[in-house]
């Protein structure tokens, strides 16, 4: 596949950035979208032009770091993929493809297509946690009964990658979906209720002071989410919300 690439281009954090447009030829259509930024960039060096920064680690869509905007779409057209996972198959021969860093006032863009998600980091510092007694007399996790249907929602909103998707995608900025997750992998389960009250108020308190906007019940999070995070768990979230702000003394 012969591709035109539109892709923005930024030097650092204060650079006001541009698009800039690439050609870049002989793409399989069975290589991956990153697959084929490596071709761009390995044809960017023999030209003496800086290869294309952008995020990525584990390429299976596990860890959420690729976090490109194509054509338009988080994670690009196909539907419970993040970008490692996206097939050059979803594209024509001949197409041009426009690809744009994750945007959010609370993702600023670092370099190119790369951008700043420690805003996530510091949520899940300020409550997405258990605190776990290992005096020794510690009982193990094996022995506390968990129904099935609740350890299945626990596992349906552990299944967050933190990847943003949702931010990049929500008019609002919103992260609500990526905190009521966080929050809702705990609520369910008897190890996290010690902190719950705690835990919800801190998250949407600290979600908050980093800026990210409100849901106003869009649903364009679940959509593009790679991994299918239910709204339900933001209607969960907010009655815990509510519930820890009528009831706990903070
Ligand atoms: S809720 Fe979905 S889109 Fe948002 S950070 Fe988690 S995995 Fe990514
Ligand atoms: S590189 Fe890890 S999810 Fe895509």
Redesign the pocket.
């Known amino acids: 596949m012969d591709l035109t690439l539109k892709i923005w281009r930024q030097k650092d954090k204060n650079d006001k950035g541009s698009m800039e447009t690439y050609p870049v030829t002989g793409i399989s259509e069975h290589a991956s979208f ?1 697959e084929m930024l490596d071709v761009l960039n390995e044809q960017l060096i023999t030209q003496g032009i800086e290869p294309v920064a952008f ?12 976090s490109l905007y194509i054509n338009g779409e988080a994670h690009g057209p196909d539907r419970r993929v ?4 996206l097939h050059m198959r979803m594209f024509k021969d001949g197409e041009t493809i426009h690809i744009e860093p994750f945007r959010s006032g609370s993702f600023p863009v670092l370099k190119d297509l790369v951008v700043d998600r420690s805003a996530f980091d510091r949520i899940q510092q300020s409550g997405g946690f258990i605190s776990v007694n290992t005096s020794g007399n510690t009982q193990d996790a094996n022995a506390v009964p968990i129904a099935k249907p609740m350890a299945d929602k626990a596992m349906d909103a552990a299944t967050c ?1 933190g ?1 943003g998707a949702c931010v990049a995608t929500c008019k609002n900025s919103s992260a609500m979906l990526f905190v009521a997750a966080k929050v809702s992998q705990f609520s369910y389960l008897p190890q996290g209720q010690v902190e719950r009250k705690q835990r919800v108020l801190n998250m949407v308190d600290q979600m908050d002071k980093e800026g990210f906007g409100n849901c106003t019940n869009t649903g364009a999070c679940e959509v593009e989410c ?1 991994k299918g995070i239910s709204l339900e768990f933001i209607a969960r979230m907010n009655k815990d919300y509510l519930t820890a702000s009528i009831t706990s003394e903070k």
């Not at 993040?82 to 996972?85: D, M, P, V």
């Open positions: 990153l995020d990525h680690d584990c390429r299976e869509g596990i860890c959420g770091m690729c993040t970008t490692c996972q990658i990847c790679p």
